[in-house]
């Protein structure tokens, strides 16, 4: 038998090429959440269940990307790039949340949070055209 190809986990991190994190895209996707208030450091903060001081040292990073923009005060908002990023990782989390609430009855937060990382664009556009097509709804 000839078994070719595989790899840890680790081995298929280090051969992703996006500049974002998954960490990352926590981030931006709470933010987008969070876009009709104003969203400070210890907001996120306390919705991601992380320390403030990690909080900010990630907003440098998404600053850095383009991603984010900070004011002096510390509000936080996304620039056009954040928001469509944002804009398809909310609605990457809603397809997964309906799927997995479909097939196993109930929503799982927890293994939608794990996974959704995972899932390339084509495979969610399919897993929408699925739910779509079955009218499934959440």
Known sequence: ???KGFKTQKGYDL?????????????????????????KITTLANLLNIKPSSVSKMIDKLKDLNLVDKEKYGSISLTQEGKILGSYLLNR??????????????????????????????TIKNIEK?????NIND
Not at 96 to 120: A, M, P, S, T, W
């Open 1 to 3: 038998m000839e078994i």
């Open 15 to 39: 051969e992703r090429k996006e500049k974002i994190t998954f960490a990352m895209e926590d981030y931006i996707e709470m933010i987008y959440r969070l876009e009709e208030e104003t969203t």
């Open 93 to 122: 989390h809603n397809i997964l949340c309906r799927f997995f609430k479909k097939i196993n009855g109930y929503e799982n937060l927890y293994l939608v949070e794990q996974i959704e990382h995972f899932f390339d664009k084509k």
């Open 130 to 134: 699925f739910l779509d097509k079955e």
